[in-house]
């Protein structure tokens, strides 16, 4: 059967066409060095025997040309490079899925299991620190008394108000105080929150977590993996 296309005559004819095709896909408009070169070199066989081209402007223009030339081979390989970082990414937030992170964080997720988990930032010795927890609209449900602490304390809350009533699991507000120098103190807290999802974002924007009970949060932000 005759394969539509090649003739008889030159079998080997449509190679020549595919090469001729493929060479004009090169880019239309692109100046190369070579034809920058033939343009320089029309340039001199024409120009004024009384006023002829300084050697310094020719090599300038040159220089220049490689210049811009450079940079445009410089684009391509940070384009590349961007593309290459963004496929790390997805490798590393697909790891992340699954996993719980450590978060600056004041609000947090409580399940049965594990109840709401978090630490508490203790800039100064404290001999009286507490730990109140909130409901989503601010009612106070419970005080755990942390006492004596210093430095990274962590703390769990079990998910049991002050009467002893299991509390219904999700989104719960919490906040750390206790006296330094006679006065009382708001800490920095964090968070420990399970990561649901991971959006895989542009160069500058990086990856996205999506934490239970807490909500978009930059992987910048991420103080431990756990």
């Excluded at 990274?152 to 009533?165: R, Y």
Aim: proline share 4%.
């Amino acid at each position: 059967m005759a394969i539509s296309g090649v003739g008889s005559s030159d079998p080997y004819a449509f190679l020549n066409t595919r090469a001729a095709e493929k060479t004009e896909e090169k880019e239309q408009g692109a100046l190369l060095m070579d034809d920058y070169l033939s343009l320089m070199t029309k340039q001199l066989q024409n120009q004024d025997p009384l006023e002829p081209m300084d050697n310094g402007d020719f090599l300038g223009q040159i220089a220049q040309f490689a210049t811009v030339s450079g940079i445009g081979d410089l684009n391509t390989s940070f384009d590349s490079f961007s593309k290459s970082m963004q496929s790390d990414q997805a490798l590393q937030g697909s790891a992340l899925v699954g996993h719980s992170v450590l978060v600056p964080s004041s609000i947090g997720s409580m399940t049965a299991a594990d109840g709401l988990q978090g630490r508490i930032d203790v800039v100064e010795p404290v001999t009286d620190l507490k730990v109140q927890i909130f409901t989503e609209t601010g009612a106070l449900v419970r005080t755990i008394e942390m006492g004596t602490a210093s430095g990274d304390t962590p703390f769990t809350w079990d998910g049991f108000d002050e009467q002893g009533n299991a509390l219904v699991p999700g989104t719960y507000q919490f906040k750390a105080t206790g006296t330094v120098g006679g006065e009382n103190v708001a800490f920095a807290t964090a968070t420990i929150a399970k990561v649901d999802s991971v959006l895989v974002g542009g160069a500058n924007q990086g990856l996205v977590m999506n934490l239970a009970g807490i909500g978009a949060v930059p992987f910048s932000e991420a103080q431990e993996i756990i």
